[in-house]
């Protein structure tokens, strides 16, 4: 190997972020061809997470490092949020032992590539393309094992815990998150809750939140939050709730 090469990746591997995978177009910014990742992989210096990505040789990478990658170096619109926003933050109900559902957040026309969808994580992935909510509004940066990360806030979290519950996530863990948020800040709740386009969302989470006594609500303007017209059944042979029209199941209204 030539000594230019050399230099290379010297500096690759110095400027290379802890924990992050590497994709062709980073390699391709710190002016490493596609003919010299094809030898530097050869010789051992880089290892494939799969077609167009890389990590360290015999570093083991992390969903974290994977997300970041697609973050910082491709720049999707892509977000930690939902239960997983508030695992990240410390901020989880429950300690779980077992792998852990990650669940990240992108508009209707995100595509995440195929290395990364691919790629054993170790936790599964959950890509939720979704328009309820704008893409930015109540979105952060929070560093999470070294890595920074875009992260919804707790704010922006809980609705999208309730976008995919009861399906994906229990409706009684959404509550029993959503009664732990005494810090909710009025004015991102009141932004969020006045974009978001999803009734049941909406109607849910005040429900929650009266039903929590939260200090958030008392600052709402409800009269701006459009929650829509008729009954929404969040599950089948739930209890009717008359100030949200919704029905909801019963363990959550019992539930104490």
């Not at 990478?61 to 999707?76: C, D, N, S």
């Not at 695992?87 to 990364?116: C, M, Q």
């Not at 994906?168 to 006045?194: K, S």
């Amino acid at each position: 190997m030539s000594l230019p090469n050399n230099i290379k990746i010297q500096h690759l591997l110095e400027s290379w972020p802890t924990g992050q995978v590497a994709t062709s177009a980073w390699l391709n910014e710190m002016g490493i061809s596609r003919q010299l990742t094809r030898r530097y992989q050869q010789s051992g210096w880089l290892e494939a997470v799969g077609v167009g990505a890389y990590k360290r040789p015999k570093e083991s990478v992390e969903w974290q490092g994977g997300v970041a990658g697609l973050q910082q170096q491709l720049e999707l619109e892509v977000h930690v949020g939902g239960p997983t926003a508030f695992s990240v933050r410390g901020t989880s109900h429950y300690v779980r032992f077992g792998k852990e559902n990650i669940f990240l957040f992108s508009p209707l026309n995100e595509r995440l590539p195929k290395w990364f969808t691919d790629f054993d994580w170790n936790n599964p992935i959950h890509h939720v393309r979704t328009s309820k909510l704008p893409k930015e509004l109540g979105v952060g940066t929070y560093k999470h094992q070294d890595v920074q990360l875009k992260v919804s806030a707790p704010e922006r979290a809980i609705l999208e815990c309730l976008h995919i519950s009861p399906k994906d996530f229990d409706l009684l863990e959404c509550y029993q998150l959503l009664e732990g948020q005494l810090t909710l800040r009025p004015d991102l709740m009141q932004q969020l809750l006045v974009a978001c386009s999803s009734v049941r969302v909406k109607r849910l989470f005040l429900y929650m939140a009266d039903k929590a006594n939260l200090p958030v609500v008392q600052y709402l303007d409800k009269e701006k939050i459009d929650l829509g017209t008729g009954d929404r059944s969040i599950v089948a042979k739930g209890v009717y709730n008359a100030q949200y029209r919704i029905s909801i199941p019963k363990e959550l209204v019992n539930y104490v």
